[in-house]
Structure formats: structure tokens, C-alpha cells
């Protein structure tokens, strides 16, 4: 069946980079997405990926895709206290113009920063 | 336990008209959130509660209201649809905030067409 998984933790000093992991079953995922939720708030989208991309930067995120293995990253370069939060990775299997498509989240890993 | 639920799955509207979406979810969570998810863009959030009786607007508020009257479900009302507001809206819970396993429940979502 299709799932998405991620460790549920992270732990990173202030100023390193943090990398938050996941991988999914669905090959025929189209598109990924890295979310974002702070305390209280829902959640934000920081970034997508299309399947046919093997990286995708914006600022201090880079998005790493390996297709192959069906793996995801996320890097946060010089980590801040403001990026506490719990970081969802999610897939598509399509644009969301037929009946079956759908996306689906993974449980979220808390990134925790040290000072 | 069911999780988080969502009626109906799919509704066809013509413009003008107004229908309510039901989340209802039996994990006795504080938070809801109503999110609309649109071809390519991810989640955006547009109302949550942070408990019974509270609501809060999120990121696209306007052509939706929402209540919640009891803890365990959270309605979305579109009190006139628009062409505009075609797209798949999810429901999510979540406990709480704060503990390493507190995490977004999805529901299935409900697939909606204004024509």
C-alpha cells in the first residue's frame, strides 16, 4: 500500500544544517512535499518537488530527490530557533484533476534545536 | 477507532449554491483544521479551532465559514459556491501541541466540483 515514513525526532545545534529524511512506496508519485507546522498553527508548505527533479533549492532549503530509492530529504542550512517545528513530508500521485488522486502525509519529525 | 472522518466524498454544486462538509473525528483532539488542496500547490489552510467553540481564520478564509459547536466535529459551510472553490478539502485533528508523538490526522478528503 502506499505510505510515507519519517523519524519522529531531530535534534540539531543552532547553525549546523539540519536533514530531515523520508522515503515513500508509491513510484508513481508526481509530486513532493515538504510542510511545515509551528505551534498552534496548521500547516505551511515550504517547498514541492516534481518527480522528474533530482534537486530543487530555495534560499536555505535544498530538496533532494532520489527517485530510485524513493527517497526525500530536506536540508535547512544554519538552522535557527525559528525553525522549530514539526516538518511533514507528503506525495501525489497526480495534478488532483482525477477521482483517485490523493495526497498522502507522513507522521512528521520534530525538529528540535539546541542552543 | 474510526479516526478522522469526512461526508460526503465527493459533491457537484452549481454556482449560488451552499452546502456544509462534516469532519468529525473520535479521538477526543483539540485541534481541527480545514485545508483546500489545489492542482500543484499542496495544502493551504483556510479555518482551524483550537478547541470547542473556538475558531480561527487561516491562510484563504473568505467564501467559507466554519463551526465548532462539539469537540469532535468541525464543519466548513460555503454559504455560495464559486468555480473558484473547486478542490479537494481535507480535515485534520491533532491533540495537542508540544509532545514528541502529537502529530496532524488526516481525513480522506472530500472532492468538491462547483460548476
Known amino acids: 500500500g502506499e505510505d510515507v515514513e519519517q523519524s519522529l525526532f531531530l535534534s540539531v545545534r543552532e547553525g549546523d544544517s539540519s536533514v530531515i529524511n523520508c522515503t515513500y512506496t508509491d513510484s508513481s508519485s508526481t509530486y513532493l512535499y515538504w510542510y511545515k507546522q509551528e505551534p498552534g498553527a496548521g500547516l505551511q508548505l515550504l517547498t514541492y518537488i516534481f518527480s522528474n527533479m533530482d534537486m530543487k533549492q530555495d534560499q536555505r532549503l535544498t530538496v533532494l530527490l532520489n527517485k530510485k530509492d524513493k527517497h526525500l530529504s530536506l536540508r535547512i542550512a544554519d538552522t535557527q530557533t525559528g525553525d522549530s517545528a514539526i516538518y511533514f513530508c507528503?506525495?501525489?500521485?497526480?495534478?488532483?484533476?482525477?477521482?483517485?488522486?490523493?495526497?498522502?502525509f507522513g507522521k512528521g519529525t520534530r525538529l528540535h534545536i539546541l542552543p | 477507532n474510526a479516526g478522522v472522518t469526512q461526508t460526503p466524498k465527493f459533491r457537484v454544486l452549481k454556482t449560488g449554491q451552499s452546502m456544509t462538509l462534516l469532519c468529525a473525528q473520535d479521538m477526543n483532539h483539540e485541534y481541527m483544521y480545514w485545508y483546500r488542496q489545489d492542482p500543484g500547490m499542496g495544502l493551504r489552510l483556510i479555518h482551524y479551532s483550537v478547541g470547542e467553540g473556538t475558531t480561527a481564520k487561516g491562510e484563504v478564509p473568505d467564501g467559507y465559514n466554519v463551526s465548532r459547536l462539539k469537540k469532535q466535529n468541525f464543519l466548513l459551510g460555503l454559504e455560495s459556491a464559486a468555480p473558484s472553490q473547486t478542490s479537494v478539502y481535507f480535515c485534520a485533528s491533532q491533540s495537542s501541541w508540544g509532545r514528541i508523538t502529537d502529530t496532524q490526522y488526516f481525513g480522506p478528503g472530500t472532492r468538491l466540483t462547483v460548476l
Open positions: 507528503a506525495e501525489s500521485m497526480g495534478k488532483g484533476m482525477n477521482r483517485d488522486d490523493k495526497i498522502i
